[in-house]
């Protein structure tokens, strides 16, 4: 079945350093990559996202890359900050309402 | 109003009860979404309503039934449950099928 590998699982990094997660997906017929922060005890929320028709998009410190020939998609952090510390999920879908999600990246920015 | 509310935040269950978790979104989403998400795992889809008419069901157990009564509320209906129940059960809303997912803030839910 369709499937979303995530790297790192766990990823610490010093403040003001960058931070690189990185998922590969499953199912050629994805077009639509989000990427989600979970803090401790709260809901998912979207950071970023990015269709298929597009190879890379960017806001502000946060950006995503896409290569559909590889079927691989990563999320970039700039500038991180003790705030950017959470669980970050990328999830893809193929437009059927499934979101397939990875495993999870959790993050410290160490001050 | 771009928000999913879910009532209630906590619930604590035994294994003879019957409870439900309510889901609401004014955002005129017609896709409502059902995940269970335990702890340090991604979230797991349970079921999927699309244009009020369940449309995915992941193979959930019979125990957990949902309900979608009109376009704008998502129910899940609880009976039986096991101890290995326990979660955090997100509900979710999109525009599509390929849009932004919206969450809730989750029933975290305890059976004993």
């Known amino acids: 079945g369709e499937n979303v590998e995530q790297h790192p699982s766990t990823l610490s990094v010093q403040e003001g350093d960058s931070a690189v997660i990185k998922c590969t997906y499953s199912?050629?017929?994805?077009?639509?990559f989000p990427w989600y922060k979970q803090e401790l005890g709260k809901r998912p929320q979207l950071i970023i996202d990015i269709r298929s028709n597009v190879g890379e998009k960017k806001d502000q410190r946060i950006a995503v890359t896409l290569n559909k020939t590889a079927k691989h998609f990563s999320l970039h952090i700039t500038e991180t900050q003790p705030e950017d510390s959470a669980v970050y999920f990328c999830?893809?879908?193929?437009?059927?309402?499934?979101?397939?999600f990875g495993t999870g990246t959790r993050l410290k920015v160490l001050a | 109003d771009t928000e999913v509310t879910q009532t209630p935040k906590h619930l604590v269950m035994g294994m003879t009860n019957k409870k439900s978790l309510k889901c609401e979104q004014h955002m005129g989403h017609r896709a409502m979404y059902w995940y269970k998400q335990k702890a340090k795992k991604p979230p797991e889809l349970m079921f999927v309503y699309s244009y009020e008419k369940l449309s995915i069901n992941e193979s959930v157990p019979s125990r957990f039934s949902p309900e979608c009564p009109n376009s704008s509320l998502l129910n899940l209906h609880l009976h039986a449950l096991q101890p290995e129940d326990s979660a955090l059960y997100l509900c979710?809303?999109?525009?599509?099928?390929?849009?932004?997912?919206?969450f809730g803030p989750g029933t975290r839910l305890t059976v004993t």
């Open positions: 979710a809303s999109s525009q599509d099928q390929r849009s932004e997912q919206y």
């Open positions: 199912d050629s017929a994805s077009n639509y």
């Open positions: 999830a893809s879908t193929s437009g059927t309402y499934k979101y397939i």
